[in-house]
């Protein structure tokens, strides 16, 4: 190899080493009670990383399609309300979210063995389960990001439909 080049070895992860960085990161978000936990996966004795978040979005982000409405001096006091309850998504916040718009945004971050990386797979929904639209994902991105991303976003974001059959 030439000087400055970098071993293309060294951007792989190894399974085990991915699992281990992992329960490092995932001491640190009890530690700062941040929200991760490790999700195992059934007959398995693989799993992953998860993190649901409930968002309050102001009334112009979401009613056009989900007839939801939010007065702006109401946000810091749901905002509140809700991230105490992020513990039991279900306690107390069902009544909020019958008045105001909330979304639920879930982070999963797996080993990909194919590509030998960790991987971010996440899903915004309102909490009624309706998927949003990629535009209503980037209209929520805040705009000191929004810009930069936005520059090359499938280098950042794409959309995955996903199809239920029963």
């Known amino acids: 190899m030439m000087a400055g080049e970098k071993n293309p070895a060294s951007c792989y992860l190894d399974e085990r080493t991915f699992r281990l960085c992992c329960r490092l990161f995932l001491q640190h ?3 700062i009670q ?3 936990s490790w999700e195992q996966i059934k007959g398995t004795d693989e799993g992953f990383m998860k ?3 409930l968002i309050p979005v102001q009334s112009s982000v979401m009613h056009k399609q989900h007839g939801c409405f939010m007065q702006a001096e109401n946000m810091d006091h ?3 309300d809700i991230q105490s309850n992020v513990e039991d998504e279900t306690a107390g916040v069902q009544a909020v979210c019958e008045i105001h718009a909330v979304l639920r945004y879930e982070y999963h971050v797996l080993y990909s063995c194919s590509y030998q990386i960790p991987v971010l797979y996440f899903r915004a929904s309102t909490l009624d389960g309706n998927p949003l639209s990629l535009e209503e994902v980037w209209s929520n991105v805040h ?5 930069r991303l936005q520059q090359g976003p499938w ?4 959309q995955q439909v996903m199809c239920v059959t029963s």
């Open 78 to 80: 749901l905002t509140d």
């Open 51 to 53: 993190k649901t978040v």
């Open 34 to 36: 941040d929200g991760w």
């Open 155 to 158: 280098d950042t974001l794409t």
């Open 29 to 31: 978000s009890e530690t």
């Open 143 to 147: 705009p000191n990001y929004r810009q």
